[in-house]
């Protein structure tokens, strides 16, 4: 369970006023509105790290958290293996290099494990990043636009691996993108000058069908309400 209340203010701004966001446990909760609103901030804040505003409130985490984000931030000058295990090795803990291997596997890097960043494909990069995330094995975790700036197809996928992943986490998904929120999430915000706003999405089972047509009909609903003139 992830819990939010109360306001965030930037330089003595409210950036977001009354916030009051449930995100249930097992479930995936996308975060939606304009760019600069403070959606990232809110995802930095629930994964314990430093932000530059305050939140006037509380924030309930249940469990350990770990984030994935829009830029890969994998070291340049390690090798995948040693980019996914690099948590460990911060922690002075052995790494887990078979565990490593498998998810590298999984994610269809296998034969690229002494590749470096800079070697790979922007898809390869984020699946490295996404096996880096998927290693700590964290009960919570907040996903910040981290397929935004993948191709569509490779996005596509990319979702799909991750909501296999990820079943049963806590996950805030930090999205731009109706279609990604309509194909994962079980609920969603939108945030914006005048607070918290749930928006609607379909109750089935995901990751959901591209072209299922509940999914359609949500992502058309979920532009709508994003777009400035919305009500
Ligand atoms: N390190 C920083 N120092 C000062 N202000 C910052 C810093 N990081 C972010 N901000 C400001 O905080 C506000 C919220 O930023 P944040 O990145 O959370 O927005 P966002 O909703 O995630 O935007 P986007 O959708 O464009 O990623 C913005 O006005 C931004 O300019």
């Known amino acids: 369970m992830i819990r939010i209340m109360g306001d965030l203010i930037l330089d003595g701004r409210v950036l977001l006023p009354h916030l009051a966001l449930d995100c249930p446990p097992g479930r995936w909760t996308a975060l939606m509105g304009p760019s600069g609103v403070g959606k990232s901030t809110l995802g930095r804040i629930v994964a314990g790290l430093p932000v530059a ?13 770990t984030l994935m984000g829009q830029q890969d931030q994998l070291l340049p000058w390690a090798d995948a293996l040693a980019n996914v295990t690099i948590g460990a090795r ?30 790979l494909s922007g898809g390869q990069r984020q699946r490295m990043a996404l096996a880096r995330t998927l290693i700590e094995d ?26 296999r992943h990820l079943a049963g986490r806590t996950v805030i998904l930090i999205t731009h993108d109706p279609l990604e ?3 994962l999430c079980h609920a969603a915000f ?11 999405l379909p109750a089935t089972p995901t990751p959901r069908a591209l072209d299922d047509p509940q999914v359609l009909a949500a992502q058309t609903a979920l532009f709508r309400s994003l777009m400035p003139c919305a009500a």
């Open 53 to 65: 505003a305050r939140l006037a409130g509380t924030v309930d985490v249940a469990g350990p958290v």
């Open 90 to 119: 911060l922690r002075g803990q052995a790494p887990d290099r078979a565990r490593s291997r498998a998810l590298l596997a999984d994610l269809g890097l296998a034969g690229l494990e002494t590749r470096r960043p800079a070697q």
């Open 138 to 163: 964290r009960p919570v975790v907040v996903l910040d636009e981290p397929f935004s700036a993948l191709d569509a197809a490779t996005r596509a996928q990319m979702q799909d691996l991750a909501a």
């Open 181 to 183: 929120a309509a194909r």
């Open 190 to 200: 939108l945030l914006d000058a005048r607070g918290t706003r749930p928006l609607p």
